[in-house]
C-alpha cells in the first residue's frame, strides 16, 4: 500500500492548520510543516508553523516534492520529510497542491480535502480582510477536484466531528 497524504487545502483561517493539528494531536498523524522564505508572523514558531528560511537557502527543486509561490514567497516541502508507509497531513495551497499530484504520481496516493469557512466569518473571526482579499485572487480549483470538501462555518465540536466523520472514511 502506499503512503497517504493528506492534503489541506484552504483560506487563511478557515480552520486548515486546526485541522492537521487536530489530527496529529487526536489520531496520531505526523503533520508535514513547510519551509518558506517569508518572514515570522507574530504568535508563529520555528519548526512548528513552518521552517523560515532566507531566498539563497532555497534548495534545487529536484528535491522538492511541492512548492508555491504566494504573496511574493516561497513554500515547499522536501522528499525527505514524507513518510516511505503509512499517513501524513501536509497544508497546502491549490498550486502547491496542483505540483504535489503531480510529482507524486505513483509513488504516495494524495487524499485532497477543502476546508471552506465563508470570507464574511473569516472577518468575524479575526481574520485581517487583507488576507481575505488576497486569499480571494490567489488560485482556485473547482470543488470536483478535492476527494472531501468539509464546511467549517459552525462550533469547533462540529469542525471536529465533521473531520472524525472523513478520517474514518479512509
Not at 507524486?104 to 488576507?131: F, H, M, N, Q, T
Amino acid at each position: 500500500m502506499k503512503p497517504i497524504i493528506i492534503a489541506i487545502v484552504g483560506n487563511s483561517g478557515s480552520g486548515k492548520t486546526y485541522m492537521a493539528e487536530f489530527l496529529r494531536s487526536k489520531l496520531n498523524v505526523p503533520v508535514i510543516v513547510s519551509y518558506t522564505t517569508r518572514p515570522m508572523r507574530e504568535g508563529e514558531t520555528e519548526g512548528k508553523d513552518h521552517f523560515f528560511i532566507q531566498p539563497d537557502k532555497v534548495p534545487a527543486s529536484k528535491d522538492m516534492l511541492a512548492y508555491t509561490r504566494f504573496g511574493g514567497y516561497e513554500y515547499f516541502a522536501l522528499y525527505n520529510q514524507f513518510p516511505t508507509d503509512g499517513i501524513c497531513a501536509y497544508v497546502i495551497d491549490e498550486k502547491g497542491l496542483e505540483e504535489l499530484t503531480g510529482r507524486c504520481k505513483g509513488r504516495y496516493e494524495i487524499i485532497s480535502i477543502l476546508v471552506l469557512c465563508p470570507p464574511e466569518l473569516l472577518i468575524a473571526r479575526g481574520i485581517d480582510p487583507a488576507r481575505v482579499k488576497r486569499d480571494h485572487e490567489r488560485k482556485h480549483l473547482s470543488l470536483g477536484y478535492f476527494d472531501c470538501v468539509i464546511r467549517n462555518d459552525a462550533s469547533l465540536e462540529e469542525f471536529e466531528y465533521k473531520v472524525i466523520c472523513e478520517f474514518n472514511k479512509l
